[in-house]
């Protein structure tokens, strides 16, 4: 219904957010998959798209040290 077409969209515009390295996106992103919010269940993605986030924001802290 109305639901899950709002969260197929959500996961859409996650989806390019964290193409751009938003890290609050990627985080939505790995718990959409988490919990199959507007996608297919995965818990695996779910943890390569965390582990995206984490390699981002570490790379970011030590490049500006």
């Known amino acids: 219904g109305c639901v899950w ?4 969209l959500a996961f859409k515009y996650f989806y ?4 751009s390295g938003q890290p609050l996106a990627i985080y939505y992103l790995a718990k959409m998959y988490a919990t199959g919010t507007g996608v297919l269940r995965s818990c695996r993605t779910a943890v390569e ?17």
């Open 49 to 65: 798209v965390n582990n995206e986030m984490f390699l981002k924001y570490f790379s970011f802290i030590i490049q500006s040290k």
């Open 5 to 8: 077409r709002g969260y197929k």
């Open 16 to 19: 390019l957010a964290s193409q």
